[in-house]
């Protein structure tokens, strides 16, 4: 049986499998099939998982055929698969991490550009890179300049080339499929130059941007550490076995729906906090005043799934009491007490007592959103304490959001203390939810 065979089947289902269920769907020995296996996974064209990590069906981990490992085609490619030694390659990075430019620079005589997609200072991180790599950087503030084309068109080994940020570039902020972003001006322009293509930027994976999915379709194309170990940590959580306290909060509604209606089950917890939550009691008929407006004011939505999911389902806690700003002043409520004129900063310190309760008794956590204005001085106490659970329970805990994250700064908590944080929510919920994210699938492509 060829190869080709293999990976259509792995394909078609988009699934793990054992070697015998290929065997079955494919009309072939079980014999030939592993033989396949075993080069395609050699290839680094196939994944290989024990099964037991992977599959949850009890019926099809007792097959009598089983061997122990279960095979699914490789979405993507890592920098582990090629070696880069005298080619020239194009680094897009949105700089959160530099180790995939510390490993291309100290493990091959490499030709680097390094494409920065970011919010940080390039100029200030020009004297950064040099400085942790003790290498002197050649920044290019032009990508489209004659004095350009000349420089690329003579990098030499070892030479390390920093483009200005591109994420203000007009054709970059507009999504499309990677077929018309390949003719973009941006890839039109680089692809020429360069042999290689590596995407190291996470944070906008989910957007369909000329730089994210563009070169893919034009250059053999890998992921960068940084992306790796994203994907690897939200591929692992979404193969949990056990439990999970979701904490949701926010302004992303529709977002935070889906990713209750994906993880509904029954071992599963849902805890709502801040503007979230004010939707969710909304939603079950408690007339809020004010705090309406504050509603429609961020766009906040609701659907019928959300109703049904509210109504009918036992492991979703909503707050019972909340803190209002009366003059300044810290004022708690309860849900008898709406409808209310002033509007909400903060959990009430019975439901702060509960979220944190159920947080140190929980196995896994997924953070996403804050229960309250942390900055003001008297509605600190609903994020400080929840904050303050995560860091001291023993369970794994998952933190997403930019605002998390300068609250973490805020009350002096480690993010190391935690098993996955990111800023970048809309990549992280964008995987979770539909399994995949746009730059996944245009390297599909290149498999």
């Given at each position: ?177 990677p077929k018309k972003q390949s003719k973009s001006k941006l890839v039109k322009t680089l692809v020429p130059h360069f042999e290689y293509f590596i995407n ?248």
């Amino acid at each position: 049986m060829g190869q080709q065979d293999v990976k259509k089947v792995l394909k078609k289902e988009g699934t793990w499998l054992i070697s015998n269920e290929i065997a079955k769907k494919a009309g072939y020995s079980l014999k030939s099939i592993q033989s396949s296996l075993r080069r395609l996974v050699k290839w680094g064209h196939v994944e290989k998982k024990p099964a037991s990590k992977v599959i949850s069906e009890e019926k099809r981990l007792k097959d009598r055929s089983f061997a122990g490992f279960a095979y699914k085609l490789k979405e993507y490619k890592t920098i582990s698969d090629q070696k880069f030694d005298d080619k020239k390659v194009l680094l897009l990075t949105d700089l959160i991490s530099i180790k995939t430019i510390k490993e291309l620079y100290l493990a091959n005589n490499i030709k680097l550009a390094i494409l920065p997609h970011t919010e940080k200072n390039i100029q200030t991180y020009v004297d950064v890179l040099s400085s942790k790599l003790n290498k002197k950087i050649t920044f290019i503030s032009d990508i489209f300049s004659k004095e350009t084309e000349n420089k690329l068109k003579n990098i030499k080994p070892g030479q390390i080339i920093l483009f200005d940020n591109i994420s203000n570039l007009k054709e970059e902020r507009k999504e499309n499929s990677p077929k018309k972003q390949s003719k973009s001006k941006l890839v039109k322009t680089l692809v020429p130059h360069f042999e290689y293509f590596i995407n190291d930027a996470f944070s906008i994976s989910h957007k369909a941007y000329a730089s994210s999915v563009g070169f893919s379709y034009s250059l053999p194309s890998f992921i960068g550490r940084n992306f790796q170990k994203n994907l690897e940590t939200l591929q692992n959580f979404k193969n949990l076995k056990s439990s999970i306290t979701f904490v949701l909060g926010g302004t992303k509604s529709l977002d935070l729906i889906k990713l209750m209606e994906v993880n509904n089950k029954k071992q599963h917890k849902f805890l709502l906090t801040g503007p979230f939550s004010h939707l969710a009691l909304k939603e079950i008929g408690t007339k809020l005043g004010n705090p309406e407006k504050t509603l429609k004011q961020f766009n906040l939505k609701s659907n019928k799934n959300f109703k049904n999911f509210l109504k009918n389902s036992t492991n979703i806690s909503l707050p019972k009491d909340l803190a209002l700003s009366t003059l300044g002043n810290r004022d708690e409520i309860t849900l008898k007490d709406f409808p209310v004129y002033q509007n909400i900063h903060d959990l009430g310190k019975e439901t702060i007592k509960d979220y944190e309760s159920l947080i140190l008794k929980s196995k896994v956590v997924f953070f996403k959103g804050l229960p309250g204005n942390y900055r003001e001085e008297n509605f600190h106490t609903g994020t400080e304490t929840l904050l303050s659970a995560l860091a001291r329970t023993k369970a794994e805990v998952y933190l997403v959001g930019k605002e998390t994250m300068g609250a973490l700064k805020y009350f002096n908590i480690a993010p190391e203390k935690f098993k996955f944080v990111s800023k970048n929510s809309d990549p992280v919920i964008t995987y979770l939810t539909q399994g995949t994210l746009p730059v996944l699938e245009a390297l599909k492509e290149k498999i």
